[in-house]
C-alpha cells in the first residue's frame, strides 16, 4: 500500500474511534450495542492491514467512509435497510443493501 493510503486509512481508523466514545444512537438504550459494532467495523481496518493491492484499498476506504457519512447523518452505524419490493430472501437483501453502498461510492 501507498503512504498516502496508509494515511487516510488511519484517519479513518481515528476517526471511527473517536466516534465509539461520542455516538449517539436514535435509541439511547441501544448506545453500547452501537459503539461497540462501531468499534468492530474499526477493527475491520487493521484486520486489513496487510493488503497490497492500491485499488481495494481505495475502494475499501471509499466504501467505509460512505458508510461514515451515512451513518452520521442517519445516526444508525448499521449498513442502511433496502425497502424489499420482490419478496427477496435475507440474503439477497443484505447483498442488494452492500451493493447500494457500493455504487454510492463511485460516486
Keep these: 500500500a501507498?503512504?498516502?493510503t496508509r494515511k487516510e486509512a488511519l484517519s479513518?481508523?481515528?476517526?471511527?474511534?473517536?466516534?465509539?466514545?461520542?455516538?449517539t444512537p436514535l435509541i439511547p438504550a441501544n448506545v453500547t450495542r452501537e459503539r461497540d459494532y462501531i468499534r468492530d467495523q474499526a477493527a475491520l481496518i487493521r484486520e486489513h492491514k496487510e493488503w497490497d493491492n492500491?485499488?481495494?484499498?481505495?475502494?475499501?476506504?471509499?466504501?467505509?467512509?460512505?458508510?461514515?457519512?451515512?451513518?452520521e447523518h442517519y445516526r444508525i452505524?448499521?449498513?442502511?435497510?433496502?425497502h424489499n419490493?420482490?419478496?427477496?430472501?435475507?440474503?439477497?437483501?443484505?447483498?442488494?443493501a452492500y451493493?447500494?453502498?457500493?455504487?454510492a461510492a463511485d460516486l
Design 12 to 23: 479513518l481508523y481515528r476517526h471511527l474511534m473517536r466516534r465509539t466514545r461520542t455516538w
Design 99 to 103: 451493493e447500494i453502498h457500493e455504487r
Design 54 to 71: 492500491p485499488e481495494d484499498i481505495q475502494k475499501a476506504i471509499k466504501q467505509a467512509q460512505v458508510r461514515v457519512e451515512l451513518a
Design 77 to 82: 452505524p448499521y449498513p442502511r435497510p433496502y
Design 2 to 4: 501507498t503512504l498516502q
Design 85 to 96: 419490493t420482490h419478496y427477496e430472501t435475507s440474503a439477497q437483501k443484505t447483498r442488494a
